[in-house]
């Protein structure tokens, strides 16, 4: 066995492996960012590089590890370009890099062949170690991919003090629940106060079919994974668990927290089937649910994760000569991913069991990819040459699209009460105002309810954190007491580091 192993270790494979170690090590370095699968395609592609490019070189060098050693090198000089390209830009944001990088490159291509050939040199005694230093660097990558993405179980918590009750009773007709997490969604004063923006006609339309508005709601977070992480365990995160204090900058107990969260936990408990929906970030996907609704993975011809890697190496000049417009891709699946939750609204409201949906609109956050009337929009023309969001520009887009948004709303609202056999439950909330805002308006957001017998519970300064202890001692039979509604700034990096924002708001 050792004399086998010794020898498949001495052929030279190590190509091969090095030309998906720049893939795996970009995933592995986004993990929990994107989802691994958004990588298979330019995996597939890098190996096919590597494979054929090993295979000329043999063919016409006629010595299998000088081909090898040499097929190396250049991967090494086609996948670092763009890591150097990027890094010298930064650092020199106005100088000309393309043909002092081009030359430099080119340079080293030539000593890189012109050593590989020479004649005292076979390469064969390195084979063993470049194979167990290729193997080592993608196991590692594979290892960090999968530790980042290795599902639970659907009935683990994320969090250890998560509020769980094993005494909740579904009823006999049981209501299905749908979250609508509208992402940056604000309150209709702080709309007007920014904007001039009037969202008296949506509003009323949400009253006219039996919404409670929250007229004086803030989110008690200001970043996406912090409310989201409170409001789906019903807690304030300083009371959730041990690691949000304020000298800690990890998240991964906060996003298995929103993953697996009281909320969720209480559902699936209960017998109810949990669908959500991809949003486009592996942190933010519950993909191990029931019902996991992803648009087509490739729908827009390059994904975001494809035209990073792209920038990474020598292939970004596809994109600097107009073969490929990453901002064109990011803009298609912005929309794909918002179409994909309103196309599927009627098949989650058709569903025979009792439904926990939670739908995350990413939406009217930006990127502004559509108008006031759903057309395609181009998202660069919404920011400024560092690709920073003007407030006139800003302020243009986040209006269309909430007009775009608040039309599919109401329409898929209509669907779900149509649909509806026993009066079902729905939540329409912002996890956090709109950018551009002093601190205070940030927090600003849109909450409302449409809980059928229940309107008494509710009030106009509730916050997202009592969303659901409302709904279980309505509904089901809960003991959740009311928490204070109290509202925390944090920073970045130190998002635990929360500063108490005061509602001043007066109904």
């Not at 066995?1 to 795996?24: H, S, T």
């Not at 890099?97 to 040199?121: E, H, V, Y």
């Not at 920073?491 to 500063?499: K, M």
């Amino acid at each position: 066995m050792k004399k086998l192993v010794g020898r498949w270790f001495a052929y030279p494979w190590y190509p091969i492996l090095f030309g998906a170690y720049p893939v795996l090590t970009l995933l592995s370095t986004n993990a929990g960012q994107v989802q691994p699968i958004m990588g298979s395609r330019v995996l597939l592609a890098s190996l096919l590089l590597a494979a054929v490019l090993f295979l000329l070189l043999w063919l016409f060098m006629r010595r299998v590890h000088r081909a090898a050693f040499l097929t190396m090198l250049i991967l090494a000089l086609f996948f670092s370009y763009g890591h150097v390209h990027n890094l010298l830009s930064e650092k020199y944001p106005d100088f000309n890099l393309d043909p002092w990088l081009a030359s430099g490159w080119g340079i080293l291509f030539i000593l890189a062949t012109l050593w590989t050939t020479r004649p005292k040199l076979s390469f064969a005694s390195s084979a063993a170690s470049l194979n167990v230093i290729a193997l080592g660097l993608v196991v590692m990558s594979v290892w960090q991919i999968g530790s980042a993405s290795t599902p639970r179980s659907a009935y683990a918590l994320g969090a250890d003090n998560a509020p769980v009750q094993a005494d909740l009773v579904k009823p006999e007709n049981p209501p299905d629940v749908y979250f609508f997490l509208l992402d940056s969604y604000g309150r209709a004063d702080g709309l007007y106060a920014a904007y001039g923006y009037d969202n008296g006609e949506f509003l009323n339309g949400l009253e006219e079919r039996g919404f409670y508005v929250a007229q004086c709601s803030q989110s008690n977070y200001v970043r996406t994974e912090l409310s989201l992480a409170s409001s789906l365990n019903m807690m304030y995160l300083q009371d959730l668990d041990d690691e949000f204090k304020a000298d800690s900058t990890s998240r991964r107990t906060l996003w298995n927290s929103l993953k697996h969260s009281a909320v969720r936990y209480n559902f699936e408990s209960m017998g109810y089937k949990t669908v959500t929906f991809a949003t486009g970030f592996a942190w933010l996907d519950l993909d191990d649910t029931d019902m996991f609704v992803s648009p087509p993975p490739f729908s827009s011809g390059l994904s975001e994760f494809e035209g990073l890697f792209l920038r990474t190496t020598l292939a970004r000049y596809i994109q600097d000569w107009g073969w490929v417009d990453p901002d064109a891709v990011m803009g298609q699946t912005s929309r794909d991913l918002f179409n994909n939750i309103f196309d599927h609204v009627d098949d989650v409201a058709r569903m025979r069991e009792p439904t926990f949906a939670y739908l995350h609109v990413l939406s009217p956050h930006p990127p502004f990819v559509f108008d006031a009337e759903g057309n395609p929009t181009y998202p660069p023309d919404f920011w400024n040459e560092k690709r920073l969001y003007p407030p006139g520009l800003y302020a243009a887009g986040y209006q269309n699209q909430l007009t775009h948004l608040n039309n599919k709303l109401l329409a898929a609202i209509d669907t779900i009460l149509a649909e509806s056999e026993t009066p079902p439950i729905i939540i329409l909330q912002g996890d956090h105002g709109p950018w551009l805002q002093p601190q205070n308006k940030r927090m600003w957001i849109l909450n409302a309810y449409y809980l059928p017998g229940q309107q008494d519970r509710l009030y106009p300064t509730i916050s997202p954190v009592n969303s659901f202890r409302v709904i279980f001692d309505a509904y089901f039979g809960g003991k959740y007491d009311m928490l204070e509604d109290v509202s925390y700034f944090s920073p970045v990096p130190n998002l635990y580091d929360f500063s108490e924002k005061p509602n001043h708001c007066n109904p």
